[in-house]
């Protein structure tokens, strides 16, 4: 069974910091991970798909990384914005054809004025 | 601007009353989840369906929620009877996937369901 773990569970930081968030997997045999945002009361947005042939994919101020060796995703966030703040959750489509997607329990990211 | 549309945004119910919540998804995409968001459990798939055709209602409790596709623009999450428990964030998502890799899939907003 496919497991993912988000660590921290929440970030704090100041504006203008660069941050990295985590997630790890437990089943490397994966065709994509998909990061999302989630604001309160909101529903998911999608910010970045990585399939598995590739390592990484970027997005104006965000990169995510994929190796699936190892089981890991990072998603960098360059010069952090209050209007960064939000949950940020990584999701993993299973491979099989058939599109089975685990998400992780998010990291909760307050960025500070 | 193409997104996923849920209703009911919000909805209040007495325990024991049935609750339907219906969802278009993105013209063209051929398949939709069902999730459902609590603080205890997170994101949970409830069902997931491909070219109208149920593939995985494994999340789902069977005593109580359906899943239904009466046709390609609209997905339907019943409970009957409904129950305090039940009470969360439910999402619907769709896609395109082709059998063999997956797609960005992307969600609504959300129908948020307080039995009490």
């Known amino acids: 069974k496919q497991e993912v773990t988000q660590i921290p569970a929440a970030l704090s930081v100041p504006e203008g910091e660069n941050l990295v968030l985590n997630c790890s997997f437990t089943d490397s045999a994966i065709y994509n991970l998909q990061w999302f945002r989630q604001d309160p009361g909101k529903g998911l947005t999608s910010l970045l798909l990585i399939q598995s042939s590739q390592r990484e994919q970027t997005s104006g101020r965000l990169n995510a990384s994929l190796d699936k060796s190892s089981g890991r995703s990072t998603l960098y966030i360059a010069a952090s914005q209050p209007g960064d703040s939000a949950t940020y959750l990584c999701?993993?489509?299973?491979?099989?054809?058939?599109?089975?997607?685990?998400f992780g329990t998010g990291t909760k990211l307050q960025v500070i004025p | 601007d193409a997104r996923v549309t849920q209703t009911p945004r919000h909805k209040v119910t007495e325990m024991g009353q049935e609750v339907t919540m219906r969802c278009q998804p993105i013209l063209g995409h051929n398949t939709v989840f069902w999730y459902r968001q609590t603080m205890m459990q997170g994101l949970e798939l409830l069902a997931y369906?491909?070219?109208?055709?149920?593939?995985?209602d494994s999340g789902m409790p069977k005593d109580r929620f359906s899943a239904e596709m009466p046709d390609a623009t609209l997905a339907t999450l019943k409970i009957q009877p409904s129950e305090p428990r039940d009470s969360a964030v439910y999402f619907c998502a769709s896609g395109w996937n082709k059998g063999q890799a997956g797609n960005t899939i992307y969600f609504g907003e959300g129908s948020w369901l307080t039995v009490v």
């Open positions: 999701a993993v489509h299973h491979s099989g054809g058939y599109q089975k997607v685990t």
């Open positions: 369906f491909r070219n109208r055709a149920p593939l995985d």
